[in-house]
């Protein structure tokens, strides 16, 4: 299996908090600076095969980083997300969420991530 997000591919200098079951990774090549993901320790192909206690760390650390983002970047809001199965968008099999710095001077200031949800051409036939 050849999975980017497993250590120990993950570059140690990427790496600007962790801890016990799961580490985040800064996505140094954003558009969005501070741009990240957090990912589990261990391989598991999506967030409906995390374990509670993964969730939990997830979680955790996911305050740590927006504080970190912070004082860092000082983003005025954040978008959240977990891309589950090809469909949706999710590219590395590896589940990892996605944090995502949102700033008033960026051109898609205020379109969050419905926004697509919300686009008549993106309606589902039956």
């Given at each position: 299996m050849?999975?980017?997000f497993c250590p120990p591919?993950?570059?140690?200098?990427?790496?600007?908090?962790?801890?016990?079951?799961c580490l985040f990774i800064d996505l140094k090549h954003s558009v969005l600076q501070g741009s990240?993901?957090?990912?589990?320790r261990a391989h598991r192909e999506s967030t409906f095969d995390l374990?509670?206690?993964?969730?939990?760390?997830?979680?955790?650390l996911l305050t740590q980083v927006k504080a970190l983002l912070d004082a860092e970047y000082n983003p005025q809001g954040y978008n959240l997300g977990w891309n589950c199965g090809a469909v949706a968008g999710q590219t590395v099999f590896h589940a990892?969420?996605?944090?995502?710095?949102?700033y008033a001077s960026e051109p898609y200031a205020g379109k969050g991530i419905r926004h697509w949800v919300k686009q008549e051409s993106n309606r589902r036939c039956i």
């Open positions: 050849s999975c980017p591919k993950v570059n140690d200098n990427a790496i600007p908090l962790e801890n016990e079951l990240g993901i957090i990912v589990p374990t509670h206690e993964e969730i939990t760390a997830t979680f955790l990892h969420l996605h944090v995502i710095p949102r």
